[in-house]
């Protein structure tokens, strides 16, 4: 099972882009909006991927936050949607905007997105609010504080795993830090001081 991938973007196209990766060459489809954070990088990125394995298919999906992709992964799970749709999904509304409008049952919302009715609008909140709920509260809180900056939390993450650290351990040190306002230099010191403890 691939968790990620690291490399050089070598083609980008409007829902694939190649990523080199120990001279090897992967397609891999991403959503609008990863691709235009890609499209920024010269750059080795880092890509987290969902494998979908099929009998006469193993297609990729990269995502640029491993929060796009634990929802992506939520998403395909509702019966009626698969990985297209979960795309189409990305594609319109951002990680946040998805969560909000299952916790506020805007079923609305949910059918602007090319492909899905009422009806199966109604089936992704109604399956997936409780979880959502669960696993996104404390993004919840600090999205209603306007507190979050969800670049310079990633990019502290990753700084720390660069010095040793799980991600699990940088992940939970980076969010004990308190204050969202601060740049990722910031947010790598208070969470060194708390790893350090």
Excluded: W
Aim: hydrophobic share 35%; glycine share 8%.
């Amino acid at each position: 099972m691939i968790t990620y991938l690291k490399g050089m973007i070598t083609e980008m196209g409007e829902n694939t882009v190649v990523l080199e990766a120990y001279g090897i060459g992967y397609e891999i489809f991403c959503s609008t909006r990863t691709i235009g954070e890609l499209s920024n990088h010269t750059d080795t990125i880092k890509l987290y991927i969902h494998e979908n394995i099929k009998e006469d298919s193993h297609d990729l999906y990269g995502f640029y936050h491993s929060e796009d992709r634990e929802l992506f992964k939520k998403l395909i799970s509702v019966s009626g949607i698969g990985p297209k749709g979960g795309m189409q999904i990305l594609n319109l509304y951002s990680v946040q905007e998805i969560i909000e409008i299952i916790m506020e049952q805007d079923s609305k919302a949910l059918s602007k997105v090319s492909g899905i009715g009422p009806k199966t609008a109604q089936r992704i909140i109604l399956e997936l609010k409780d979880s959502i709920s669960k696993l996104y509260v404390p993004d919840l809180s600090l999205l209603q504080n306007g507190l979050k900056d969800t670049e310079s939390k990633h990019e502290a993450i990753e700084a720390l795993e660069a010095l040793g650290y799980s991600n699990q351990e940088a992940k939970k040190a980076v969010e004990a830090v308190d204050d969202y306002h601060s740049n990722s230099e910031t947010l790598i010191r208070k969470a060194l001081s708390i790893l350090a403890m």
